[in-house]
C-alpha cells in the first residue's frame, strides 16, 4: 500500500484540537495464527474481543514547525521538524509516531500527546492500536475519511513495512474495528465477523473474565522473531501447535456462540498448553505460579495475553470462585484490573475547528 500524500482542505489556522481513542483487546484463541509466515500458507483466524481500556492521542498546533510527540507513558518528548528527518531514536512509541506521520505526509506543525490506560509493552496490543488510533487521526486531520479496514492495514504496513516489526496482524483489526471478532487472515485478505451473541452470553461472559497484571513488561519482539522464524517451517513443533491452535480457536468460536462457556474455559486451558511450546520465553516461573493457583482456587482456564513473557494473566472463572482466585493472586503480587467489552473501535471523540484572531497563530 503506498502511502498516503494528502493536500489540506483547510488552512492550518483552523485546526484547534483533535481528540481521539482506540481500545486495547484480549484474544480468546487462534493467536499466533495472525503471523503472516503461518496465515500465507495456511490461513489463520483469532477469535478477539476489544475492552474498555485505551490509549488516547490529543493534538493540538505546535506554535513553531515542528511535529512534537509527547508520551505520557514513557514520559518523552519529540520534536521532528516538518521539513526533514529527526534523529534515529530507540523508544519504540516514539519511532511508531514518527512513522506514521511520516507515513501520511501532511507535514503539520501539531502536538501529539498519547496516553494509554494500560502499561505498554503487557501482551494488550497497545503497539498495534497506538498505531491504528494515529492513523485515525491523521486521516481525520487530513480531512478524507479512511475506512475501519484501511486504518487496520495501514497501521500493520507500518509497524511490519517501516519499523519491521515482527508483529501478527489482529492487533490493528481489533482496535480498528472494536467488538468481538472471528477476524481471518488469508494471503490475499482479512475479514472480520462480529461472533454471533446475544446480550445475556455477552454478559454472562464479561463477568467470568478476570484479568491479572503480573506487575512485569516484556518485549515481544524477541518472542515474536523466533516464532515467525519457527513458523516458516514447512513442519516442525511450533507449526503443528498454530494447527492445533488454530482449530481450537474454532472450537472456542463454537463455544462461546452456543453459551457453552465452562467448555470454552477448558478450550482455553488446553490453548494454552500449546501456546507455552510456540517459543521460549512465553512463560516464566512467576507465570506458572500464578496460572496454578488461579486453577487450584477454581479458575476453569486461561493464558497469557500477547506473544507472553509477562503482562496480563487471562483467566476464565466462574463467579462463585473469583473471590479465592482473587485473593490468592494477590497474595502472589498480581493486581486485577476490572474490565468490559466495548464496540466501536478507534475513533476520533472530538474535532474542533474554530477561526481564532491572526495574532493568536503568528510564528
Given at each position: 500500500?503506498?502511502?498516503?500524500?494528502?493536500?489540506?482542505?483547510?488552512?492550518?489556522?483552523?485546526?484547534?484540537?483533535?481528540?481521539?481513542?482506540?481500545?486495547?483487546?484480549?484474544?480468546?484463541?487462534?493467536?499466533?495464527?495472525?503471523?503472516?509466515?503461518?496465515?500465507?500458507?495456511?490461513?489463520?483466524?483469532?477469535?478477539?474481543?476489544?475492552?474498555?481500556?485505551?490509549?488516547?492521542?490529543?493534538?493540538?498546533?505546535?506554535?513553531?514547525?515542528?511535529?512534537?510527540?509527547?508520551?505520557?507513558?514513557?514520559?518523552?518528548?519529540?520534536?521532528?521538524?516538518?521539513?526533514?528527518?529527526s534523529a534515529s531514536i530507540s523508544n519504540n512509541e516514539m519511532r511508531l509516531a514518527q512513522a506514521v506521520y511520516e507515513y501520511f505526509q501532511l507535514n503539520l506543525p501539531v502536538n501529539v500527546f498519547i496516553a494509554s490506560e494500560v502499561p505498554p509493552g503487557t501482551g494488550l496490543g497497545s503497539s498495534g492500536t497506538t498505531c491504528a488510533l494515529l492513523c485515525s487521526v491523521f486521516s481525520?486531520?487530513?480531512?478524507?475519511?479512511?475506512?475501519?479496514?484501511?486504518?487496520?492495514?495501514?497501521?500493520?504496513?507500518?509497524?511490519?513495512?517501516?519499523?519491521?516489526?515482527?508483529?501478527?496482524?489482529?492487533?490493528?483489526?481489533?482496535?480498528?474495528?472494536?467488538?468481538?471478532?472471528?477476524?481471518?487472515?488469508?494471503?490475499?485478505?482479512?475479514?472480520?465477523?462480529?461472533?454471533?451473541?446475544?446480550?445475556?452470553?455477552?454478559?454472562?461472559?464479561?463477568?467470568?473474565?478476570?484479568?491479572?497484571?503480573?506487575?512485569?513488561?516484556?518485549?515481544?519482539?524477541?518472542?515474536?522473531?523466533?516464532?515467525?522464524?519457527?513458523?516458516?517451517?514447512?513442519?516442525?513443533?511450533?507449526?503443528?501447535?498454530?494447527?492445533?491452535?488454530?482449530?481450537?480457536?474454532?472450537?472456542?468460536?463454537?463455544?462461546?456462540?452456543?453459551?457453552?462457556?465452562?467448555?470454552?474455559?477448558?478450550?482455553?486451558?488446553?490453548?494454552?498448553?500449546?501456546?507455552?511450546?510456540?517459543?521460549?520465553?512465553?512463560?516464566?516461573?512467576?507465570?506458572?505460579?500464578?496460572?496454578?493457583?488461579?486453577?487450584?482456587?477454581?479458575?476453569?482456564?486461561?493464558?497469557?495475553?500477547?506473544?507472553?513473557?509477562?503482562?496480563?494473566?487471562?483467566?476464565?472463572?466462574?463467579?462463585?470462585?473469583?473471590?479465592?482466585?482473587?485473593?490468592?493472586?494477590?497474595?502472589?503480587?498480581?493486581?486485577?484490573?476490572?474490565?468490559?467489552?466495548?464496540?466501536?473501535?478507534?475513533?476520533?471523540?472530538?474535532?474542533?475547528?474554530?477561526?481564532?484572531?491572526?495574532?493568536?497563530?503568528?510564528?
Open positions: 500500500m503506498a502511502a498516503y500524500i494528502f493536500s489540506l482542505p483547510f488552512v492550518l489556522e483552523e485546526i484547534i484540537v483533535l481528540i481521539a481513542r482506540a481500545p486495547v483487546r484480549i484474544s480468546f484463541g487462534g493467536g499466533g495464527t495472525d503471523l503472516a509466515a503461518y496465515y500465507d500458507r495456511y490461513g489463520g483466524m483469532v477469535v478477539s474481543a476489544s475492552i474498555n481500556k485505551y490509549i488516547y492521542g490529543i493534538v493540538t498546533k505546535n506554535f513553531d514547525t515542528t511535529f512534537q510527540i509527547i508520551s505520557a507513558d514513557y514520559q518523552t518528548i519529540l520534536n521532528v521538524p516538518t521539513d526533514g528527518q481525520a486531520l487530513s480531512g478524507r475519511s479512511m475506512t475501519k479496514h484501511q486504518i487496520a492495514e495501514s497501521a500493520y504496513e507500518i509497524e511490519t513495512q517501516r519499523l519491521e516489526a515482527p508483529v501478527g496482524k489482529q492487533d490493528q483489526y481489533a482496535a480498528a474495528f472494536g467488538g468481538l471478532n472471528c477476524i481471518e487472515f488469508h494471503e490475499d485478505g482479512v475479514t472480520v465477523t462480529p461472533l454471533a451473541l446475544n446480550a445475556s452470553t455477552v454478559r454472562r461472559l464479561e463477568r467470568r473474565l478476570m484479568l491479572f497484571f503480573t506487575g512485569s513488561t516484556r518485549q515481544a519482539r524477541k518472542i515474536l522473531h523466533e516464532q515467525r522464524q519457527a513458523s516458516e517451517q514447512s513442519s516442525g513443533r511450533t507449526v503443528e501447535a498454530l494447527h492445533r491452535i488454530k482449530d481450537l480457536g474454532w472450537q472456542i468460536k463454537a463455544a462461546i456462540e452456543e453459551g457453552r462457556l465452562d467448555d470454552f474455559g477448558a478450550m482455553l486451558d488446553e490453548s494454552w498448553q500449546y501456546k507455552k511450546s510456540l517459543a521460549q520465553g512465553v512463560t516464566n516461573a512467576l507465570i506458572d505460579t500464578a496460572y496454578s493457583t488461579a486453577r487450584e482456587q477454581g479458575a476453569i482456564g486461561g493464558k497469557i495475553t500477547g506473544a507472553g513473557g509477562g503482562g496480563f494473566l487471562m483467566l476464565y472463572c466462574p463467579e462463585d470462585r473469583q473471590e479465592a482466585v482473587r485473593g490468592a493472586l494477590s497474595e502472589l503480587g498480581l493486581q486485577q484490573i476490572r474490565c468490559a467489552f466495548e464496540f466501536e473501535g478507534a475513533r476520533v471523540l472530538l474535532h474542533t475547528t474554530l477561526l481564532s484572531s491572526p495574532l493568536d497563530w503568528q510564528a
